[in-house]
T-cell receptor
Framework: GAVVSQHPSWVICKSGTSVKIECRSLDFQATTMFWYRQFPKQSLMLMATSNEGSKATYEQGVEKDKFLINHASLTLSTLTVTSAHPEDSSFYIC?????????FGDGTRLSIL | SQQGEEDPQALSIQEGENATMNCSYKTSINNLQWYRQNSGRGLVHLILIRSNEREKHSGRLRVTLDTSKKSSSLLITASRAADTASYFCATDDGSSGSARQLTFGSGTQLTVLP
């Protein structure tokens, strides 16, 4: 079945560091990928829609300069958390797929000290 | 996008019992999907039910959809300890083009005791 790979799975870094998270579709092409954020014991909140070859679409309240998204190929989208601070600590998950079920990465746990 | 509500928030049952989770949503939908999430992992798709369907089965899973009440239920029969996870419903309102943006419910944490 379709597989989405997300890397890294865990990041611990100092405040002020920029962190890049990769999301790859391994056996299919994804013109659109989605990035979610999940706090402990809560649901997924959509942050942005990543579109191959064009600008990402951000949800209300999500700072586009803080969360940079690049979707330069049909199999790779990246989310960069710029100058991360402790409040950015969270679980970030990507997904990809067409109409129908979405395929999710295993998530990245980001901890900012 | 507004989340749907799920109840119960948490459910603890004995192995072999059935587990029922409910989901309510706010907008008209193209389809409704159920996902499972093990602790600290991504989501795994379980089942999709279209707006013109009322019931769907997959193995030990049974999903119902009532579009007049904007609600759905997920039944897991003969539960196993390995079914312990969080379960989320997600709605696709069909408005976002070929790749579907989903709106997730608040989730139910299911614990199946051995």
């Amino acid at each position: 079945g379709a597989v989405v790979s997300q890397h890294p799975s865990w990041v611990i870094c100092k405040s002020g560091t920029s962190v890049k998270i990769e999301c790859r579709s391994l056996d299919f092409q994804a013109t659109t990928m989605f990035w979610y954020r999940q706090f402990p014991k809560q649901s997924l909140m959509l942050m942005a829609t990543s579109n191959e070859g064009s600008k990402a679409t951000y949800e209300q309240g999500v700072e586009k300069d803080k969360f940079l998204i690049n979707h330069a190929s049909l199999t790779l989208s990246t989310l960069t958390v710029t100058s991360a601070h402790p409040e950015d600590s969270s679980f970030y998950i990507c997904s990809a797929g067409g109409a129908g079920p979405q395929h999710f990465g295993d998530g990245t746990r980001l901890s900012i000290l | 996008s507004q989340q749907g509500e799920e109840d119960p928030q948490a459910l603890s049952i004995q192995e072999g019992e059935n587990a029922t989770m409910n989901c309510s949503y706010k907008t008209s939908i193209n389809n409704l999907q159920w996902y499972r999430q093990n602790s600290g992992r991504g989501l795994v798709h379980l089942i999709l039910i279209r707006s013109n369907e009322r019931e769907k089965h997959s193995g030990r899973l049974r999903v119902t959809l009532d579009t007049s009440k904007k609600s759905s239920s997920l039944l897991i029969t003969a539960s196993r300890a390995a079914d312990t996870a969080s379960y989320f419903c997600a709605t696709d309102d069909g408005s976002s083009g070929s790749a579907r943006q989903l709106t997730f419910g608040s989730g139910t944490q299911l614990t199946v005791l051995p």
